[in-house]
């Protein structure tokens, strides 16, 4: 099965930054939008950023002001530009991509619905130490 391809993680000290990109390699013909979300040891998976069909961006509380999502012009790499990073980023990150019926008018991505995505990489290590 082909899915999306992170690379970028690592580890850094507290106020420091990471990019993530991801390759997202989903051949469809319908809408897509893709997002970011992570999970750390113990907690649930938590959306953290998610980009629709217009290149709208929709952030986490918790990162606003700090991550930016974006994407290149093709919809094919997806990146995740994180600054000032705590210690409580510290998470396996994963990029995902929901897909929606061709006629939907476009397509929104869920932060707090990870199931609304169909498509998941296998994630990135990002560890932010104090």
């Known amino acids: 099965q082909v899915r999306p391809v992170e690379s970028g993680g690592g580890s850094v000290q507290s106020g420091g930054s990471l990019r993530l990109s991801c390759a997202v390699s989903?051949?469809?013909?319908?809408?897509?939008?893709t997002a970011w979300f992570r999970q750390a040891p113990g907690k649930e998976r938590e959306g953290v950023a998610g980009?629709?069909?217009?290149?709208?961006?929709t952030y986490a509380d918790s990162v606003k002001g700090r991550f930016t999502i974006s994407q290149d012009n093709t919809k094919k790499t997806l990146n995740l530009q994180m600054m000032s990073l705590k210690p409580e980023d510290t998470a396996t990150y994963y990029c995902?991509?929901?897909?929606?019926?061709?006629?939907?008018?476009?397509?929104?991505?869920?932060?707090?619905?990870?199931?609304?995505?169909?498509?998941w990489g296998r994630g990135t290590q990002v560890t932010v130490s104090s």
């Open positions: 980009i629709d069909t217009a290149g709208n961006p």
């Open positions: 995902a991509v929901m897909e929606v019926p061709r006629w939907s008018v476009k397509c929104t991505p869920n932060l707090w619905s990870p199931a609304s995505f169909g498509h």
């Open positions: 989903i051949y469809t013909d319908n809408p897509i939008c």
